[in-house]
């Protein structure tokens, strides 16, 4: 028994066993749709308000607005609604009309601008405002200590430490931040990979950001890797998720899934954990399972 945020975190390690060829890999999806609000950015969302108010930067009656591409946004929404807080997200229009139900039916305002650059820009003029306070997912903390805090352990305990490659998309990059800071204590021989898109690739949830957005808390060092995949290997991964494993997630979960494989096929052995970010339920007004 509890509120609702006591089971933010504590998701499952399921292993991919079908779409995997190298029987001397095992590989294992970090199911993070089984978070109250369906995405890895519970985990943000509730650690970035609950540590602001807790500084004493928010408080009743504070107005919040951030920029997101969707799945940060649901989450804030939540969590702003459980601690009485009004809050304002930012989105491209570009966002599935379910991202936006979904927010609005937690209580959130909601503003859709051309793109998520212009979002960003939008919810900065505004949090510079009387009244208005901006979390800044792309330049907080307390983001990536979210998961320094509990993804990351959660990963070491459940993989009895064996874990030998850690694979995460990059949007914000809060998850393969706080991730890589805490298994790299653990053991500095695991490999950070990250994923993101091709050039002429547009994957929601991984960016391939200009140098002008790119977010003030990644650090290329603590990355051992970066790995390209196209739109087309993440939808059709995706898809390959949901019929061949059961796995019904978006479009960066394929993409996380597509790098996650071809590391595989690299390896004489290992155990690779990558990051599901969300549910594929929020994809279903779009193409990806069409």
Known sequence: MGNIIDFVGNTPLVEIQKLN????????????GNNPGGSVKDRAALNM????????????????IE???????????????IYELEIELVMPSSSTRERTLTMEAYGAKVTLLESIEICRDYADEKGATE????LDQ????????????????EIWKDTNGQITHFVSSMGTTGSIMGNSMFLKEQNP????????????????????WPEAYLPRIFDPSRVDRVMDVSQQEATEMARKLAKTEGVFAGMSSGGAMACALKLAAELESGLIVFIACDRGDRYLSSDLFG
Request: include cysteine.
């Open 189 to 208: 021989e695991i490999q950070i990979v990250g994923c993101q898109p091709t050039e002429e690739s547009a994957i929601p949830g991984i960016r391939r």
């Open 49 to 64: 308000i609950r540590s602001a108010i807790e500084r004493g930067d928010i408080k009743k009656g504070t107005k919040l």
């Open 67 to 81: 920029a997101t591409s969707g799945n940060t946004g649901i989450a804030l929404a939540m969590i702003a609604g």
């Open 131 to 134: 009244g208005y306070f901006i």
């Open 21 to 32: 060829p190298n029987p001397a890999v095992k590989i294992f999806a970090k199911l993070e």
């Open 138 to 153: 792309f330049a907080n903390p307390d983001n990536y200590l979210a998961h320094y805090k509990t993804t990351g352990p």
